[in-house]
């Protein structure tokens, strides 16, 4: 059983950065592909980023070139590296894992409690 436990998340002022960072712990970490997923009001859930266990990493449209996730397998640590943030990135950022990139991609696997982002305008 793998837990998943979010931190970094807070008030920002559109055109400002936060880094999230997402602690795991019961599972061999270097086996999961990592995700951030994020929820707005009213919204669908979306997948923001992915990293591979080799490290490939992907992302949703909206966040190219400006968040970057990365992961720490020394510290069992995915991280989410936001910039120019925009009051339309505000949502609850959850980490996701699971072995397999496409499983995670569409929502499988472990997930954490999630983590507000709110960027004013």
């Known amino acids: 059983q793998v837990q998943l436990v979010e931190s970094g998340g807070g008030l920002v002022q559109a055109g400002g950065s936060l880094r999230l960072s997402c602690a795991a712990s019961g599972g061999i970490f270097n086996n999961y592909a990592m995700g951030w997923f994020r929820q707005a009001p009213g919204k669908e859930r979306e997948c923001v980023a992915a990293i591979s266990r080799s490290g490939q990493t992907t992302y949703t449209d909206a966040v190219q070139g400006r968040f970057t996730i990365s992961r720490d397998n020394a510290e069992n640590t995915v991280y989410l590296q936001m910039n120019s943030l925009k009051p339309e990135d505000t949502a609850v950022y959850y980490c996701?894992?699971?072995?397999?990139?496409?499983?995670?991609?569409?929502?499988?696997?472990?997930w954490g409690r999630g983590t507000q982002v709110t960027v004013s305008s």
């Open positions: 996701a894992a699971d072995p397999d990139s496409r499983a995670l991609q569409i929502g499988r696997g472990y």
